[in-house]
C-alpha cells in the first residue's frame, strides 16, 4: 500500500509511494505488485485486486506503511558564536498483513536523522533521511516475513514509468507533453530534465536508468521503451514480474532517433 505520511504534499506523498515501489521490486527481485495495479485499496477489496492478477491472496502479504517527521535545533559552539543546526527526524511504521484478512501479522519500526534542508537522495544517489527508512523497514520487513522473496539474483531494471494519463482527460499534444513533464518531475527530481523531457515528448512508457537483466538484451541507459504489436506495455512491476517468469515482453527500443524491436514472447502468446 503506499505510503501514508503525517506531513508533506502530494507530490511530496507520490514521489515517496513511486520510491517506495522501486525498493519493493528491487528486493522482492521482482515479485511484488504495486498499489497503483490493483482496481482498489480498500483492504476488503484487495484480495479480489490480486486474483484478478492470477496471484493467492492467501499467500501474497501487504506491507503498509505510516511516517512522521518531527523538527528540532541544536546548537554547537562557544562563547558568543552560535551555529544553529535544524534537524528532521523520521519514525516509520510498517504493517504487514495477509492480504485476505485484517489482522496485523507484525510491525517493524524504523527511524532516520537528517538536516532539515537536505536532500532527498545524497551525491550517490542513496536515499537521505525519510526514504531511508522506509527502505530499511522494507527489507527487515522480508527478511522477517518472507525471506524467501529476498532479492540474490541479478538487479531488475530501473526506469523512469510515464504517469498513466487520467481517463477522459482532454489534453492532447504539446500540452500533453508539458502536463506529463510536469508530473514526471515531480517523481523523478534526480534524473537529468532533458531525459524526463525526452520521454514525456515521446508515446514510450519507460526511460531506461539502469536496464540490469535487460542489459543482455542489449538495452542501454537513456533508451525509451515501449509496447510493439498492439499490446501496450504494463507498470514497471508487471515489467519485472514478466522478466521473473521467464518471460521477454515485446518491445520497441527508440535510441538516439532510431528503432529497434525486441522480445516476441507476449505477441506469439496473443495470436
Do not use: C, W
Request: charged share 20%; aromatic share 4%; net charge neutral.
Amino acid at each position: 500500500m503506499p505510503p501514508r505520511l503525517s506531513f508533506g504534499r502530494v507530490g511530496d506523498q507520490r514521489r515517496v509511494a513511486r520510491r517506495s515501489g522501486d525498493t519493493l521490486i528491487q528486493a522482492t527481485g521482482g515479485h511484488a505488485i504495486l498499489s497503483e495495479e490493483l482496481p482498489s485499496a480498500d483492504p476488503e477489496l484487495i484480495a479480489d485486486g490480486l486474483r484478478s492478477l492470477g496471484e493467492n491472496p492467501e499467500k501474497t502479504l501487504t506491507f503498509s506503511v505510516i511516517a512522521a517527521r518531527t523538527e528540532r535545533v541544536e546548537s554547537a559552539g562557544m562563547g558568543t558564536v552560535q551555529a544553529v543546526r535544524r534537524f528532521a527526524d523520521y519514525v516509520v511504521r510498517l504493517d504487514v498483513r495477509r492480504a485476505d484478512g485484517p489482522d496485523v501479522l507484525g510491525s517493524i519500526e524504523t527511524f532516520a536523522t537528517a538536516f532539515a534542508t537536505a536532500p532527498e537522495m545524497n551525491a550517490e544517489g542513496q536515499p537521505v533521511g525519510l526514504q531511508a527508512a522506509i527502505d530499511q523497514a522494507i527489507h527487515q520487513a522480508l527478511t522477517s516475513y518472507a525471506p524467501h522473496l529476498v532479492s540474490a539474483g541479478a538487479p531488475l531494471p530501473t526506469v523512469v514509468e510515464v504517469v498513466a494519463r487520467t481517463e477522459g482527460s482532454s489534453i492532447n499534444g504539446a500540452l500533453a507533453a508539458v502536463d506529463k513533464l510536469r508530473k514526471l518531475q515531480v517523481l523523478y527530481p534526480e534524473i537529468p530534465s532533458d531525459d524526463l523531457a525526452s520521454l514525456a515528448s515521446s508515446n514510450a512508457r519507460f526511460l531506461i536508468v539502469k536496464p540490469g537483466r535487460l542489459a543482455a538484451l542489449g538495452l542501454a541507459p537513456g533508451d525509451l521503451v515501449a509496447g510493439m504489436g498492439g499490446q501496450a506495455l504494463g507498470g514497471r512491476a508487471m515489467l519485472a514480474r514478466t522478466l521473473v517468469h521467464g518471460d521477454t515482453p515485446a518491445m520497441s527500443i527508440e535510441r538516439a532517433g532510431r528503432r529497434f524491436l525486441i522480445g516476441q514472447t507476449l505477441v506469439a502468446r496473443a495470436r
